[in-house]
Every structure is written in C-alpha cells, then in structure tokens.
C-alpha cells in the first residue's frame, strides 16, 4: 500500500522534523496542516490520504479533537492515526486511546520510534 500522510502540528518545526523523518524512512507523499481544521479540510478534499500523524497541543481543533472529528465519520474508522506529543502522563494516553488514536508516541521522539509505530499501525491492519 502506498502511504500518503497527512501531518497535523501548528509548529512549523515539528513539521518539518516529522517530514523530514517520514522521508528519511522513504515515505515522500506528505501534505502539512497547521491545525485540527485545517487537517479535516484538508483530508476531505484529499481522498488519497490514508495516515494522519498529529500533535495534541494546537489551537482551534486539538489533535485529540481532531481524533474525535475524524473517528465520528464511518469512511475513517479505519483511518490510522498516530497522536506525536508531549502529553506523556498515562491519564493523557488513556483519554487519546479512548479517543481511537491508533498509536502514541512521546516527543522527543527518534525516526526509528516513528517507524516502529507506523510499522506498527499497519500490521494491525493487516
């Protein structure tokens, strides 16, 4: 399956660190949202994206709303979602597992724990 990834940070250097991880891991179709809304717009007027990596922390939709929008539509409950934040307290990844993300991992993070998560996400697909 070919990987297109939606990445969802209002931090233009965590995009560009995850960006730059997702391609030095050979992944090269990325599109960029700065927020939760921005990164709905965007999924729905992109029909090829099939991975969305978000922070938690943004303003307008958090990541853990983002979640929440994304799981509500039945087109998406199979949609991999990878939460990337520094929210690390076992009460915040509850809340974002019961909020259906697919996997959690905690910045600062390596491109091999990002790759050990997508890897992952998509056996549990299979």
Known sequence: ???KFLVVDDSV???RIVA???KNLGYENIVEAVDGKDALAKLA???EINFVITDWNMP???GLE???AIRADDKYTKLPILMVT???VKEDIIEALQAKVSNYVIKPFTPQILKEKIDQILANLQ
């Open 1 to 3: 399956m070919s990987l």
């Open 13 to 15: 250097t965590m995009r």
């Open 20 to 22: 730059n991880s997702l």
């Open 45 to 47: 007027a992109d029909a």
């Open 60 to 62: 307008v939709l958090t």
């Open 66 to 68: 983002l979640t929440k």
């Open 86 to 88: 520094t929210r690390g």
